[in-house]
Each structure stands twice: as C-alpha cells, then as structure tokens.
C-alpha cells in the first residue's frame, strides 16, 4: 500500500550550558535530516528549563544534547530530572560531546539512553534513534491503524 | 520506557484544560492525520472562531522568524496568549527538515501564554505544510488569542497562507530588486500588510517608496489600502506599529461581512482539498509500491506516456 505521508521522527538538538561550539550539534542535526527526521534546532547557550519546554512544546521523540564545557553532570540530569517531572520520562535523551567514560554510568543512571563521544559515526546515531523510537512508535496504540 | 499516547478524547481533555504536552501531541495528532485527527477536529471546530489569525510570509533571511519573536513578546506584554506555527521547508530528496525558527524566538521561552510549534512542509509546495490550517483552528479552539503563522521563506508564488490567515503580513527588506520585482504578480497583490524589515540597516525608505509606487498602480477591489510599516526586529522598533496596523486590518475584517466571506471561501478550498486527498489516498490504497514503480519504470523509459500512466493506475481495482 503506498502512502500519502507518515509520521516523522521528531528530535530537539540543543547546546545546554555556555559553551559556544555548535559545529558537531549541528552536522549532528544535519545528519538526522538526511535520514529523513525532523530536526528542532534552538541553537546556543540554552538553560535545562528552555530545552523542557522545547521539547514538550514540538512533541519530540528524541532530545539530543552536545555538552563540550565539561558541565555534562551538572546539565544533563537537570534536564531528565525536568522532563521527569513533566511526566516525559518517555522522551529518549542522548548525550553527544566531550564525555569522559567514567562519566557514563552517572549519566545512564539519570535517565540517559545513549552518549555518542567524538569519532562516533552519524550512521550509528541514526541507526540508535530508528530502533530506539521505532520500538515504541511499534508499541503505541491507535498508530497502527492510520 | 515506551512513548504512550493517550487516547484521542483524554488527550482533547487534558489540551483544553492547558496540559503543554497534552496540547503538543494533539497538535501532532492532526498534523500526521487520518481518523482520530478528523474526530478531534470535528470536536474542536465549534471551539474555534475567536482568535486573530494572522499570516507572516517573506524571502528568506527578510527576519520574520525574529519579527514573530517580537510581535509575540508585545501581544504578551499586552496580556493576550500567542500560538505560534512556524513552517520550514522540508528535504525534497529525504522529507526530512532542520527546523530553526525557535532560535530567534527566545524571548518567549518559559512562558505558559506562548506555543511555538515548528513544522515542516512534508513535501507540500506553495509555502506551508498541509495540516497548517488545520492546526490554526486546533489553537484557536485551545483559546489562545492569537495565532502566528510562519510560512517558509517566501515571496513571489507562495500564496497558499491566504487560505489559511484572514490578515497576511508580507515582511520585506531594502535592496531586494527593483520596481519591476515589486510589479511581478504574486504574493505582493495578496498582503494586507507589508513590512519593510531590517529599517535600521538603510535603504528602507527607498523601499518603501517602490512598494508604495507599486500599490499605487494596482487596482485593489476592496476598500482596505495596505498599510506599511518600517521595522527593525533586532531592536524591536516598530513592532507595536505593526501590531496595531494588524489589529486595524481585523477590525475592518469584522465589518461588512468580510470574515464571514473570507471563511466561505477559505471553506470552499479546504472542501476541495480534502475531497482530492481522500479521493488519492483511497486510490493510493490500492496500489502497490512494485506496481508503482513498473508504472515510474515504463514512463522514464519512454516506453508509454504520463498519461498513460495514469490511465493504468485508475484502472486497477
């Protein structure tokens, strides 16, 4: 059956904190538009507060945050313990950037489904947001019937 | 854990009773269509009627995303809500879409009376995605004051945003083109309201010069001469100019029965458009990918015509 239109993977891409080097942020975001996702960039310096209400505001399945300053374990559980209490727990939270593998179980444990450090192929964040949200557009009632 | 919808009568329950999220995925309801969306807009329509709907268009990097910002931050300072649609385009190759208007519109972050939901076009052509309208009357039902939308940069042919905005504002800025530009048909014959953006940088008065020679030429069939307003959205000069200039043209819409006659005719398009959509999903229905791509096959290889084509497509049962 050919389809007129489908429903599209929606992710925030946003910089928490005030380091201003966006350019992985952004051939991050570039990357999920080619695999045919739809990408809400909000750019610099964004609080956890403004990145929540981003999120919630566009219905994203995905929140993808690049932290370069080193303040990862202070931005990144402020954000799911927000999304937390909004009762968006559902939302995937991936974590790009300088993360140092030590710091990886801290983060995991706040709420965060995947962390891609530098070298990482956009092939493999791709293929992590498919399966990942695939899985629970799968699992969703009522989107099988449209 | 699993992303879980509530079911389409909850989620229309929790929207109207102001749950942000709530709002958000009834938003997305409609925007990826199909039964549940038609019933919840069936639901909401006789909700909606009240706000100012109001259409932004204009070239790409004319400032409409930041002038939207401000407008917004001044229909706030006035204590009225604001929704906000914004539209990008979407890849033609991909469908996929970076959406970056929000990044001008920080100004609203971490108000409750401020929506901005950024769309993208999903392959739809002539400016805006095809649920915009759709979506217009869910925020209007919702009860915010005003509804912004934001079409994709624009200017000469993509007039769809008359269908769906009583009042069309088109955002312009210096050193575009010439008078011949400003006579071209268009866009420019349906503003009701036309901004010289980016007034701070020089040249706007010449600008506004060649827009108000090119409405002098023109012979408009109704009463309302477009105003036009010198902006400059960085610093926010001239937005409550372009506020009231907005609120003059609603006021004049109210008069006579001329909203009345706009929704007719808006109303009309939307039946044809939803007519065709159902008319060419029910038929897409019935056909397969393989078939469709023998029939893509057959054309690119000469082999039969266009439509020819199309004929074998109506055809199959």
Not at chain 1, 14 to 40: N, T, Y
Not at chain 2, 19 to 39: H, P, T, Y
Not at chain 2, 118 to 127: I, K, N, Y
Request: aromatic share 2%; with cysteine.
């Amino acid at each position: 059956m050919t389809e007129l239109s489908a429903k599209k993977i929606r992710v925030l891409v946003a910089k928490p904190g005030l380091d201003g080097h966006d350019r992985g942020a952004k051939i991050v975001a570039r990357a999920l538009r080619d695999a045919g996702m739809e990408v809400i960039y909000t750019g610099l310096r964004q609080t956890p507060e403004m990145i929540v209400e981003a999120a919630l505001q566009e219905d994203v399945d995905v929140v993808g945050l690049s932290v370069l300053s080193g303040a990862h374990l202070t931005l990144v559980p402020k954000v799911t313990n927000l999304l937390h209490q909004r009762g968006a727990d559902d939302v995937l939270v991936l974590v790009g950037g300088i993360i140092p593998d030590q710091d990886a179980p801290a983060l995991r444990t706040a709420g965060v489904a995947g962390i891609f450090g530098p070298g990482t192929s956009t092939g493999d964040i791709v293929q992590f947001i498919r399966e990942q949200v695939g899985a629970t557009a799968a699992a969703k009632p009522g989107r099988a019937a449209d | 854990m699993p992303r879980t919808d509530p079911d389409p009568a909850t989620l229309l329950q929790q929207a109207l009773a102001g749950d942000v999220r709530s709002r958000a995925r009834l938003f997305s309801l409609i925007e990826n269509g199909g039964a549940a969306a038609q019933a919840a807009l069936s639901a909401l329509a006789p909700l909606a009627g009240r706000a100012c709907v109001v259409g932004i268009t204009g070239p790409p990097g004319a400032g409409k995303s930041t002038l939207i910002g401000r407008l917004a931050g001044e229909i706030r300072r006035r204590g009225q809500t604001v929704a906000i649609l914004a539209v990008d385009p979407s890849s033609p190759l991909t469908g996929g879409a970076v959406l970056g208007d929000r990044i001008r519109m920080q100004e609203l972050h971490g108000d409750s009376g401020a929506y901005v939901r950024s769309l993208s076009t999903r392959g739809a052509v002539g400016g805006l995605a095809r649920a915009v309208g759709d979506m217009v009357v869910v925020a209007d039902a919702l009860g915010y004051d005003v509804v912004l939308v934001e079409t994709v940069g624009a200017g000469q042919d993509e007039a769809d945003i008359d269908g769906v905005t009583p009042t069309v504002v088109l955002v312009e800025v210096p050193h575009l083109g010439d008078d011949v530009q400003a006579i071209k048909a268009g866009i420019l014959e349906l503003a009701d309201i036309l901004v010289v953006n980016k007034a701070d940088r020089g040249g706007a008065d010449q600008a506004v010069a060649i827009l108000r020679a090119m409405l002098s030429l023109g012979h408009r069939h109704e009463p309302w001469h477009p105003p036009i307003v010198k902006t400059a959205a960085t610093t926010g000069e001239g937005v409550p100019k372009l506020l009231e200039a907005i609120r003059d043209h609603q006021t004049y819409l109210q008069q006579d029965g001329r909203l009345a006659a706009w929704r007719t005719g808006r109303v009309r398009t939307q039946l044809l458009t939803a007519f065709r959509d159902r008319i060419l999903a029910q038929a897409l229905a019935r056909v397969s990918a393989e078939q469709l791509e023998a029939l893509v096959d057959d054309v690119a290889s000469r082999q039969i015509s266009l439509d020819q084509a199309v004929d074998r497509l109506l055809k199959r049962d």
